[in-house]
């Protein structure tokens, strides 16, 4: 098929563009268009060989072959290229004063047990102890009485509870607590050590060949939900931590850094988390 490649342009782009006929206002063929469009300027601008398209391809059969159930290789992929990030920005643009989200990331279990306020989330006890409290407000200062926090966190050897199923007690260092008439609330835990992103399968090792750092900051994880308002999904970072520049997730925010550790030695953190109302009721 003929192509214009030496003008920047591609006819078969503008071909696959009229096969949509009247539809290429729709949503789906308009994003298939686009993508088209995109990728034929790539492939334009790179110009790779027969081999290393060849090559590119088999890197996508790799990654569909690595995921399963327990691991989502492409869903890794879209938190590395910055993705997720970028999906999170565009569909909560919240006010200034607003907990900004962040993404999930793939060691959050949605069967996290309910604690009692105060409870010790570190089921095994090792690591350095940690005390956390916070507070739940609305944009106007006001709490918000009971909201579901859920908080999960990787061990101070880096790892999740559910990356070592053998080697951790079955839901450690996470829990799911509700605010108390003043918004509040409080558990006892450890502090959480960074550690890399997976680099076992083909996401890791494209990355890893290219030179991308692969570490991530400490920090712990949240998820807070409350009737009628939009759900908070983010993280705090330890502010002491060196890798606060380069987290390959995209996800550090100054408004979510937090140090764990006060001046006199203690090691304590408080955070306030700000909710937008929803425009209509329920949970999202």
């Known amino acids: 098929m003929a192509s214009k490649a030496s ?3 591609s006819v078969a782009s503008d071909l696959f563009a009229e096969r949509f006929g009247d539809r290429r ?26 081999d290393e398209w060849r090559a590119f391809l088999n890197l996508l059969i790799d990654i569909g ?30 006010p200034p004063d607003a907990t900004p989200n962040t993404s999930r990331g793939p060691f959050y279990r949605d069967d996290t047990p309910e604690r009692p306020l105060g409870a010790n989330i570190s089921l095994d006890g090792k690591g350095e102890p ?10 106007d200062g006001q709490p918000v009485r009971g909201a579901r926090v859920t908080t999960w966190q990787a061990n101070s050897q880096g790892c999740y509870e559910n990356q070592q ?39 890791g090792a494209l990355l890893k060949r290219a030179g991308f750092p692969p570490r991530r900051p400490a920090h ?16 705090i970072f330890d502010a002491d931590d060196p890798a606060l520049g380069s987290d390959p997730l995209f996800a550090v925010k100054p408004e979510l850094i937090k140090r764990f550790r006060t001046g006199s030695g203690q090691c304590e953190l408080d955070c306030t988390f700000v909710m937008v109302r929803m425009r209509q009721e329920g949970l999202r």
């Not at 206002?25 to 027969?50: C, M, Q, Y």
């Not at 829990?175 to 550690?195: C, L, N, Q, S």
């Not at 939900?225 to 983010?234: D, K, L, M, S, V």
């Open 130 to 139: 940690l005390g956390v409290s916070g507070r739940v407000l609305d944009l």
């Open 7 to 9: 003008t920047g342009k």
């Open 25 to 50: 206002t729709d949503k789906l063929p308009a994003t298939l268009i686009s993508f088209a469009s995109h990728l034929h300027a790539l492939v334009i601008e790179l110009r790779p060989s027969r």
């Open 65 to 94: 072959d690595y995921s399963d159930t327990r691991r989502d290789e492409w869903m890794l992929i879209s938190d590395l290229f910055g993705i997720s990030a970028l999906v999170e920005e565009l569909n909560h643009c919240r």
């Open 220 to 235: 712990l994880q949240f998820h807070i939900a409350a009737e009628g308002f939009e759900t908070i999904t983010t993280h």
């Open 165 to 203: 199923p053998d080697h951790q007690p079955e839901f450690n260092l996470r829990g799911r607590f509700t605010t108390d008439e003043a918004g509040r609330f409080h558990y006892k835990t450890v502090i959480p050590a960074g550690y890399p992103v997976p680099l076992d399968g083909p996401a």
